[in-house]
């Protein structure tokens, strides 16, 4: 039996090197291709993925496994094809991914197989002929760009007539420290609502039409947490504001800086509970 395997590579005929994006899926069966002579049945294949890292996915046939600690994967070929295969680095990783060994092993149980390559992984023999098993591999380098992710902001609320912090519960989703938030903006501020900063200071009166812009990298995100609007006297109208919220997320990819910026908008609800005048 024989069986040749083929796959889009670089020069050296052995690795594979692509760009993709933050948790997008890799389909790695598109760098493969094999060719198959075994007349007689003999031979079993398998697929052996490795060196992923802890808390990837493989999603083959449409199937997710959850990549652990020992960075492997492997499974039987169906019929000798090869199923849909699909890689997914860890969530909100971005940055290298080199040395993913993808590997192709024939396993030959027929005595008259020709396989004899000493170097391969295992043997089987049958009477006193020794059977190697046959393999080849892709090595597969990733280059995961970043891609800026929303952010939570949860709503609020405070009695009429009291100040309330509009941004004190904001947060990135993604945490692992390439993510920052760099530009807030208030739209259309309601009739008479005051928006204050960190000191007390009034930047906005709202009139229904203007539009207040932070810039969160020169303030601090600490700061603009404690920014508060104040609802006007005696209301207990609700609000629903319109906010604007730029994410930029950073990090160097293939020995470049990569940078990702997108802007969500969120409306923020603010809910004021009446409060009940004085006897």
Request: glycine share 4%; net charge negative; with cysteine.
């Amino acid at each position: 039996a024989s069986d040749v395997y083929k796959r889009q590579v670089d020069a050296d005929n052995q690795t594979y090197s692509e760009y993709v994006n933050e948790d997008s899926w890799f389909d790695i069966d598109n760098i493969l291709d094999h060719t198959i002579a075994d007349n007689d049945t003999s031979e079993t294949y398998t697929i052996t993925v490795s060196s992923m890292p802890n808390g990837s996915t493989l999603k083959v046939d449409g199937v997710n496994h959850s990549i652990g600690g020992s960075g492997e994967y492997t499974f039987t070929l169906s019929n000798k094809i090869i199923p849909d295969i699909q890689y997914k680095a860890p969530s909100n990783f971005s940055g290298d991914i080199t040395g993913i060994s993808i590997k192709l092993v024939a396993h030959d149980t027929d005595s008259d197989s020709t396989h004899s390559d000493s170097s391969t992984v295992s043997t089987t023999t049958i009477g006193n002929t020794t059977i190697y098993d046959t393999e080849d591999e892709v090595i597969l380098n990733l280059y995961v760009k970043p891609i800026a992710d929303d952010v939570t902001l949860p709503d609020v609320s405070t009695a009429e007539d009291t100040a309330i912090k509009l941004f004190e519960n904001i947060a990135l989703t993604d945490t692992d420290g390439t993510e920052e938030i760099t530009q807030i903006v208030i739209n259309n501020l309601s009739n008479s609502w005051v928006l204050k900063d960190h000191n007390g200071n009034i930047l906005l009166t709202g009139d229904g039409s203007t539009d207040q812009t932070i810039d969160v990298t020169s303030v601090s995100l600490t700061n603009v947490k404690n920014y508060t609007v104040t609802p006007p006297a005696h209301s207990s109208s609700d609000m629903a504001l319109s906010v604007d919220i730029t994410v930029k997320d950073e990090k160097t990819v293939k020995a470049s800086t990569e940078t990702d910026t997108d802007t969500f908008n969120h409306t923020l609800n603010i809910c004021l509970l009446y409060t009940s005048p004085s006897p």
